[in-house]
């Protein structure tokens, strides 16, 4: 059995995400302790909890002490089963950090599997559903990966309410990812998402964004929710790679602060001029060592991708080298 500290490295619930695929996969039964233990609740929350039994459910495998708030789970994976499912967080939990957690099993069934999930899909500190549908599919498309995703109704934070669905065929062969530069840029946008709340915010946010990038194109959509929500999001489409950055808007945080934290992305981005960005570099690191591995220009790796590398090499005998540039770039590599 495995022994996972969930206190350890960066300490949040993507160590039990990845921790469980890779159990699931492997075969591996997994002992976590300490989970979340520094987080301001810790232990296991509804998100947590959904993602811990889709995967005991795709697998038919066994869980202990998956309860809310437990700070200690076993899982015993059984084998993967193809199949259709419907999970539900119950919170405006992120519906797209389960997707990332079921999606890399269900590829080693023997045929095609339809998920349904719901929950936030707009939400924070969490990639949103527009990131997963024009950034993080894409890239494991380019691994051989047969997947896509349908966004049936927006969640936002705190109403939740949202659904997201998965088409995932079995995989036929991985292929090597590389990602070492971006191309020329094809397109730029910002995009403000909002249900339930007055339009001039929106539009303030689009046209705060765009005074910094007048060359970027804006579009304010108005959306079906079960509750008020709103999100700014910037998409920046290059010849070789789509990078996406948003922020969810909050009661107590001004349109101006939205707009503010977007652009403040956009420009780190453009400065280093490194095609996958800390957040996808994070989110990539799974399905590479899964597949084929490869390599990706990134910048500065950040403490999720150094702790995720960390539980990758616990269940998998796989060299991941992170190479400084010394110019605010790294290459990450992953070699099979």
Known sequence: MIEIDGSFGEGGGQILRTALTLASVTGEAVHFTDIRKNRRKPGLMYQHLTCAKAVAEITGGVLNGAELNSQ???FTPGSIAPGNYHFVVGTAGSAILVAQTVLPCLLFGYEKSKVEICGGTHVANAPIFDFFQS?????LQRMGIEASATLD????????GGKITLDISPLREWKKLEIMSSGTLKKAAFTAISHGIKSEIGSDEVALAQREFPEFETAQTEVDSCGPGNVLLAKLEYENITELFSVCGEFNQSRTVVAKRVIGMVKSYQKYAAPVWRFLA???LLPMALGAGGKFLTVSPSQHTETNIAVIRKFMNVQIDVNNLQNGQHIIEVKK
């Open 282 to 284: 994070d989110q990539l």
């Open 153 to 160: 109704q927006v969640g936002f934070y705190p109403a939740g």
């Open 72 to 74: 200690e789970m076993i």
């Open 135 to 139: 950034v993080y599919l894409p890239c």
